[in-house]
């Protein structure tokens, strides 16, 4: 059993850049979710998506893009890199109206 | 005020010591309480849930304090292992959106 994966792992972008963050879970949770982790911010939410067809934002959008097209899969996607968004970004997943969140084990991404 | 807030810390404890963190929340409707646990550059990962009677796990305890709107965490008899930043995390609204602390770093020494 998977869980909840992420790709890549590390990425380094220039500013300006566009790249897609992969996440994935094969526990058919319905809620799907995007963190980021800063030092001194703890995690704050970015987006959000309670199943297939439905996202909306969390505390930190700007900047950020999501689909939900099947339930398995909820990319991130940056359409113009800056050097704010250098971080680490996690994918959570749940069953809708239950809790723990599911953590994925992180991407890494630095902009310069 | 920030909706959930932890003291940082780094706490630096012995071996065997007993050591508490406190995280406190600002929405007195807040309905679920996680005390999550974080390695050096790994994922959060779930270490108790905060019941309102207070609940036990070995050698974690959680209690939820309503009235004084704050969840806390023992770790009785520390070990080395135990290093580690610990997250909590509340549920406030509808749906599955928790708000995380930044953290308390906690330091096991010899």
């Known amino acids: 059993n998977a869980g909840v994966t992420q790709t890549p792992k590390f990425q380094v972008l220039k500013t300006g850049q566009s790249m897609t963050l992969q996440c994935a879970q094969d526990?058919?949770?319905?809620?799907m979710s995007w963190y980021r982790q800063d030092p001194g911010m703890g995690l704050r939410l970015i987006h959000y998506?309670?199943?297939?067809?439905?996202?909306d934002q969390g505390e930190v959008p700007n900047g950020y893009n999501v689909s939900r097209s099947t339930t398995e899969d909820f990319p991130l996607r940056l359409l113009s890199a800056a050097p704010s968004q250098t971080s680490v970004y996690f994918c959570?997943?749940?069953?809708?109206?239950?809790?723990?969140?599911?953590f994925g084990n992180g991407t890494r991404l630095t902009v310069t | 005020r920030k909706e959930v807030e932890q003291d940082p810390g780094p706490f630096n404890v012995p071996e065997g010591a007993t050591v508490a963190f406190n995280c406190t929340y600002s929405?007195?409707?807040?309905?679920?309480f996680f005390w999550y646990r974080q390695d050096c550059r790994k994922e959060p990962k779930l270490l108790m849930s905060?019941?309102?009677s207070g609940n036990e796990d070995g050698r974690f305890t959680a209690q939820l304090n309503r009235a004084s709107q704050y969840i806390s965490l023992l770790i009785r008899d520390s070990k080395l292992s135990d290093s580690a930043t610990y997250l909590c995390?509340?549920?406030?609204?509808?749906?599955?959106?928790?708000?995380f602390g930044t953290g308390t770093q906690l330091k096991v020494e010899l």
């Open positions: 959570a997943s749940s069953y809708e109206g239950e809790l723990p969140l599911h």
């Open positions: 929405n007195s409707a807040s309905q679920s």
């Open positions: 526990m058919n949770h319905e809620y």
């Open positions: 995390a509340i549920l406030t609204g509808g749906g599955n959106k928790l708000t």
């Open positions: 905060v019941y309102s």
């Open positions: 998506s309670v199943g297939a067809g439905i996202t």
